[in-house]
Structure formats: structure tokens, C-alpha cells
DNA sequence: AAGCTACACAACCGCCCCCTG
DNA sequence: CCAGGGGGCGGTTGTGTAGCT
């Protein structure tokens, strides 16, 4: 047996709503409030709607304080940064910018930032000029340096037969990780690169830029490697320090070598579900996980 | 000027979580 | 403890608009 419908579909007005309807719902909502009920609410505020449909116009579009319209530089890297950590939990990223609603930055998210940060063309409209194609590029490349400034910009083709990974792109190695998974590369979370979320055929997968389901960790002993847990929007997550101390993966720290690296990605346990790699700063972190792609190709 | 296309964003759909009785 | 129902959420679709041919 199904579930009983939340309203009578055949009685409710569906498509945009217009103003008379925004009017009424904002008079009723600041005298009365939800009542607790979105469900009861359309019939007492007199509206033909579904109460799901009278949430969301309250919520996304009517309620106070709402903020429409461009996003700052500062709202772009807020959303870049938490989407790389919790993936596409827009409430909770919503809950990090006042005024923005989830919908709101699910959308830009979709049509903008993924587009820009994937390397897609953002322009408006299509470009007819080649003085505007080549403008376009540069702006692309600006912007994919100012959000992942060390070495994730993409130039070439990695070949996944090539053992010496010294000199190639962080970007072409997650790319051919992701192209070419080993049994090990599904316990591989990396963030901070590109935003991709890929799967192998077999069912394996590569997740990058997305950590919520790892949950356990390895401390092998070694200060300065193990786990940290971090609050990214509320949600708890845990990263393998391979970087050094403190703050995760500074400069100065050192990269491990893959025998240090090795035990973790080839023997997955309870206690250690894979390792979790924060590459979003610096040479040292191409360091380490230049051990770890190095690793998986060897193993 | 008309038709086509791509884009932006509002709105809907349906699943899941969690509260309540 | 369990079932039912409302709320919340993410994914998808629909629609209006602006630029291009």
C-alpha cells in the first residue's frame, strides 16, 4: 500500500505563484505563523496549494532576510570549500551563508560554480568572437587557480602505464586513478581537487571531495600521522594526516613514503577504512599523495 | 522579425528521517 | 516497539528570458 498523498492533488494549484498568492501567504505566515501544520496551512490561509509547495515559497522566496542575486567571492569559496568536504548537503552549506537558501545555492551551485570549477564554458551566452573564446579561457584558468591555487590545474593527458609519477599533475593522477581504479583506490577519499564523485563499473569507486561515510580511523603510532576529526557545517569528519601536524597538510611537513603509506591502502580494516586526504595546500600534500597514487600502481 | 537555443531559477517530486501517539 | 504522518532535503523538471542566427 502506497502513502496517502500530503494533499488533494486534483484540488491543488500548481506552477508559479502569483502575487496575490505571495501577498496572502506573507500575511498569514507573519500573523500566524505555520501553526506547526505546513500541511493544514493553505486551507486556512485560504490558498489552493499543497502545503510542501507553501513551505518552500515561504522558505525560498517570501520569508524574510532572504538574499537573491549574485554571490560574493566570499560566498563562492564558502560553498566550493563545503561542498568539497560534505558533498551536496545544500542545507547544511546553506546554514553557512545568512540569507542564501539551499535551493538558491543548489541552483548556482548546478548552473555556475560547477560548470566554472569543471572547467565548462560560464559565459552567459555563447561566444561567437575568438577574441572572446580566448578571454573566456584565461578567465577560466584565473578562476581555477584562485580556488585550487597549488597544483590541480589541468594540462595534460596522464598515461596510467607510467610508474614515475614525479612531475605530473596532481589532476592527472586523479584522473587516471579515477579512469583506472584498483582494489585499493575505493578506500582512497581525497578533497580538495577536482569536485568529482565517480564510480567504477566493477563498483569500486574513487570519492573525491566527498568524506561524510568514513568514519574510522588509523593511528599507526607515528605523531603527526593519524586522524583528525574536523567540523565542516556540522558534520563531523575525520582526515588522515599525511601532511604533518596541526593543521592537516602544511608546507613544511613531510611527504611518507609508500611503505608508511602502503599498510593503509592495501589492508583496509574495521579500524581503518581508507585514508582520507586533505589536497588542498601546498607541495607537501603533492608529496604525499604522489606516495599514495604511486602506491596504488605498484600495488 | 521570427525562430532557435542556452541559461537561470522557480517549483515540483519523491524519498528519507524523525517525531508522536 | 511500531506504524503513520509531517517536515526536510536533494534531484529533476518546467518556464520565462535573453542572445544568436
Redesign the pocket.
Known amino acids: 500500500?502506497g502513502?496517502?498523498p500530503?494533499c488533494d492533488?486534483a484540488n491543488v494549484?500548481?506552477?508559479?505563484?502569483s502575487p496575490e498568492e505571495d501577498k496572502q501567504l506573507k500575511e498569514y505566515m507573519e500573523k500566524h505563523g505555520?501553526g506547526?501544520?505546513?500541511?493544514?496551512?493553505p486551507q486556512k490561509a485560504g490558498l489552493r496549494?499543497?502545503?510542501?509547495?507553501c513551505?518552500?515559497?515561504w522558505?525560498?522566496?517570501l520569508r524574510p532576510n532572504i538574499k537573491?542575486?549574485d554571490f560574493s567571492d566570499e560566498e563562492d569559496r564558502i560553498i566550493c570549500s563545503l561542498f568539497a568536504n560534505i558533498?551536496?548537503?545544500?542545507?547544511?552549506?546553506?546554514a553557512q551563508l545568512p540569507g542564501r537558501t539551499?535551493?538558491?545555492i543548489?541552483?548556482?551551485w548546478?548552473?555556475?560554480l560547477k560548470?566554472r570549477l569543471m572547467g565548462q564554458?560560464?559565459?552567459?551566452?555563447?561566444?561567437?568572437h575568438q577574441q572572446q573564446k580566448k578571454h573566456q579561457l584565461q578567465e577560466q584558468q584565473q578562476q581555477q587557480q584562485q580556488f585550487f591555487p597549488s597544483s590541480f590545474a589541468v594540462t595534460a593527458p596522464f598515461s596510467s602505464s607510467a610508474p614515475d609519477l614525479e612531475g605530473i599533475p596532481i589532476s592527472h593522477l586523479l584522473n587516471s586513478l579515477v579512469a583506472h581504479p584498483t582494489h585499493q583506490s575505493g578506500n582512497l577519499i581525497v578533497f580538495g581537487g577536482d569536485h568529482h564523485s565517480c564510480s567504477s563499473s566493477d563498483g569500486s569507486s574513487i570519492q573525491i571531495g566527498y568524506g561524510r561515510d568514513f568514519n574510522h580511523g588509523l593511528y599507526n603510532g607515528r605523531e603527526n600521522m593519524g586522524f583528525e576529526s574536523h567540523l565542516y557545517g556540522g558534520l563531523e569528519t575525520e582526515k588522515l594526516l599525511l601532511g604533518g601536524g596541526g593543521g592537516g597538510c602544511e608546507a613544511s611537513s613531510i611527504g611518507y613514503s609508500f611503505g608508511e603509506v602502503k599498510p593503509t591502502i592495501a589492508c583496509p580494516t574495521d579500524a581503518c577504512h581508507g585514508l582520507y586526504l586533505d589536497g588542498r595546500s601546498g607541495a607537501a600534500t603533492d608529496t604525499s599523495f604522489r606516495n599514495i597514487a604511486s602506491a596504488m600502481y605498484h600495488c
Open positions: 500500500m502513502r496517502a500530503c492533488k494549484k500548481k506552477g508559479p505563484w505555520t506547526g501544520n505546513w500541511i493544514a496551512l496549494r499543497c502545503g510542501k509547495s513551505r518552500l515559497r522558505l525560498n522566496y537573491h542575486g558533498g551536496s548537503r545544500w542545507s547544511i552549506i546553506a539551499d535551493n538558491d543548489k541552483n548556482y548546478n548552473t555556475k560548470k564554458p560560464t559565459s552567459h551566452r555563447k561566444p561567437h
